[in-house]
């Protein structure tokens, strides 16, 4: 199993980036994805979820009406779309899957939000 990040960066507060979780080695449109971030000092926390068709999505509630995740089942990709973002969401954003009850993770792609 594979996962592979891209898209973060530095952006101003009230700024928009969109990540982006290529996967390999599993069937990917069998499984459902997360999205995680972990600020410095922080716990590692969840942010978003989507089911194997996309379906059904879960975010956290500091994310909600803000964030969308979304995949796209013939690309083998997990977006993550962070609109209106804030200071507080700086983070390494990691993607996640978990097959045969072992659990992936990508180098993660950090996120900036400064001014």
């Known amino acids: 199993v594979q996962l592979v990040e891209s898209g973060g960066g530095l952006v101003q507060p009230g700024g928009s980036l969109r990540l982006s979780c290529v996967a390999s080695g599993f069937t990917f449109s069998s499984y459902g994805m997360r999205w995680y971030r972990q600020a410095p000092g922080k716990e590692r926390e969840l942010v978003a979820a989507?089911?194997?068709?996309?379906?059904?999505?879960n975010y956290a509630d500091s994310v909600k009406g803000r964030f969308t995740i979304s995949r796209d089942n013939a690309k083998n990709t997990v977006y993550l779309q962070m609109n209106s973002l804030k200071p507080d969401d700086t983070a390494v954003y990691y993607c996640?899957?978990?097959?045969?009850?072992?659990?992936?993770w990508g180098q993660g792609t950090q996120v900036t939000v400064s001014s």
């Open positions: 989507i089911t194997s068709g996309g379906g059904t999505t």
């Open positions: 996640n899957v978990v097959v045969w009850m072992v659990a992936a």
